[in-house]
Nanobody, 122 residues
Framework: QVRVEESGGGVVQAGRSLRLSCTAA????????MAWYRQAPGGQRDLVASVTSGGTTNYADSVKGRFTIYRDNARNTVYLQMNSLKPEHTADYSC????????????????WGQGTKVTVSS
């Protein structure tokens, strides 16, 4: 079984920083890419940033230069460093491991965490 667990959310004042962590645990052979998503109250879930196993990153335009995603492949862990936070960054942030292969399986699966809430106060 594979599970994805996030941590690091909380309440922070505008202008401060926060780092989210996400770990994919279980009997994992490989992960294609890991990504962070966010869903603001009343909104849809949108991609924030992603990183492949090779280190290629992709960011939503709204967070470029402010958020940084990086990955520890050995630990199947991805981090999202969020700087200069604004109230509009308040959302539920969830992490996903995409294209997960487990040993002796040819299937690629996606696994999602439960999410962690980030609240930025003005």
């Amino acid at each position: 079984q594979v599970r994805v667990e996030e941590s690091g959310g909380g309440v922070v004042q505008a202008g401060r920083s926060l780092r989210l962590s996400c770990t994919a645990a279980g009997n994992i052979f490989s992960i294609n890419y890991m990504a962070w998503y966010r869903q603001a109250p009343g909104g849809q879930r949108d991609l924030v940033a992603s990183v492949t196993s090779g280190g290629t990153t992709n960011y939503a335009d709204s967070v470029k230069g402010r958020f940084t995603i990086y990955r520890d492949n050995a630990r199947n862990t991805v981090y999202l460093q969020m700087n200069s936070l604004k109230p509009e960054h308040t959302a539920d942030y969830s992490c996903a491991a995409h294209g997960v292969r487990v040993p002796y399986s040819g299937a690629y699966e996606d696994y999602w965490g439960q999410g962690t809430k980030v609240t930025v106060s003005s």
